[in-house]
């Protein structure tokens, strides 16, 4: 039979094989998450944080890597940057990034279930991102921020099995989806 403590603290509890430093992806979620929020709620920013998120997860199982999901988000913003700044829709660029992913892993032979997971995620956290900034601003800013809460999920289950990325990326996605997706739900509400 086990005892407890009764004089443990919950923050001792908490605090158990875990240093201050190691919620590092928690703190830095809260801050993107936070400067989000702080500077505008926009459609497209919440769109653009789906299809990006859902892209680093496809590129760390197209690549085998889990490593590379970090690399991934910088790889998907700079795609979207490339992408407007050559005058051609940030959701069309990520597209053509998805797609050299997906060939990169059916090349390199990467296991075919995570690479198919990752690859109807993108379709679909992508599609609704694309759906959300071309229909009327008010629903798809609604539907934006649905879909980004909802990625947290998709984050969770990573975060859980450990597989694809990191545990670190899957916690600071999920950090980063629910208070930003949750805003662009009430703003979306209130407007």
């Known amino acids: 039979m086990t005892s407890t403590n009764p004089s443990t603290t919950v923050a001792e509890v908490v605090h ?3 240093p201050v430093l190691g919620y590092w992806p928690v703190a830095l979620g809260l801050a993107a998450a936070t400067f989000q929020i702080v500077t505008g709620v926009a459609t497209d920013a919440v769109a653009i944080t789906i299809a990006v ?15 590379i999901a ?51 995620a993108m379709v679909g956290f992508g599609g609704l991102a694309v759906v959300a900034v071309l229909i009327s601003p008010r629903l798809g800013l609604a539907l934006a921020g649905v879909a980004l809460a909802s990625h947290a999920a998709w984050d969770y289950l990573h975060l ?32």
């Open 70 to 120: 970090w690399a991934g988000v910088l790889a998907g913003s700079l795609v979207v940057t490339f992408s407007e700044i050559a005058g051609i829709a940030w959701w069309l660029g990520l597209t053509v990034f998805a797609a050299v992913l997906v060939v990169a892993g059916v090349l390199r032979r990467t296991q075919a279930r995570a690479l198919t997971a990752q690859g109807l």
């Open 160 to 191: 859980r099995r450990n597989v694809v990325v990191p545990r670190s990326l899957a916690e600071f996605c999920f950090v980063l989806d629910v208070p930003f997706g949750v805003a662009a739900i009430v703003l979306a509400i209130t407007r």
């Open 53 to 67: 998120a859902a892209s680093c997860y496809l590129a760390a199982a197209a690549l085998g890597q889990p490593w």
């Open 16 to 18: 158990v094989g875990r």
